[in-house]
């Protein structure tokens, strides 16, 4: 039982504003799992990236999610130009890198209706063959920067998927800053 409340210790970082609960004390262990960035790992210089997406609103280009301002973002098409998901960003990086994970900030203006919901992470070194995805999940909705981790690959391409926005209510979304 000792081992389990040490692991439940060491765990306790990853709640999203709850503590660790002993072992001893019945009931469910509130809050989410974030994960952390990998230990050791620093963010790529994003200078010289270029990216595309499927589809941007005007005065909302995919290229915001990029610029490193978390008052800017890339949003799809809304309103009578709604675009269904999914939606994607691809950046190219000019040149191989060892990629292990990625962040994304949501949209910060209060807007939280399109925040990204389910998604999915595809690396390529030419930007035409993605395989499997090298990671995928469900984001919920919250204002903080949100992190998906996976096993290191080379790759000068990462693909964005958002198959929905976390309430699964809208088909638009909005990211806005994107690192990797």
């Not at 952390?36 to 994003?46: E, F, K, M, Q, W």
């Not at 919920?140 to 000068?156: L, Q, S």
């Amino acid at each position: 039982m000792k081992s389990f409340y040490t692991l439940a210790l060491c765990l306790g970082a990853l709640f999203d504003g709850t503590n660790a609960i002993p072992p001893e004390e019945q009931g469910q262990m509130p809050g989410k799992f974030a994960a952390a960035p990998p230990v050791g790992s620093n963010p790529i210089d994003r200078k010289g990236w270029t990216v595309r997406c499927s589809s941007q609103a005007p005065n909302y280009p995919c290229a915001n999610a990029i610029d490193g301002s978390k008052d800017t973002f890339w949003q799809t098409p809304y309103g009578t130009t709604n675009t269904p998901p999914p939606h994607s960003i691809v950046i190219d990086m000019k040149q191989t890198q060892y990629v292990s994970g990625l962040q994304i900030t949501p949209r910060q203006d209060g807007n939280t209706r399109n925040w990204i919901g389910r998604h999915e992470v595809y690396l390529s070194s030419d930007g035409s063959n993605w395989g499997s995805p090298v990671a995928f999940g469900t984001y919920w909705g919250d204002k903080y920067p949100v992190i998906t981790n996976f096993e290191t690959k080379p790759a000068r391409y990462l693909r964005f998927v958002a198959l929905s926005n976390v309430n699964n209510d809208f088909p638009w979304i909005s990211i806005a800053d994107f690192i990797v």
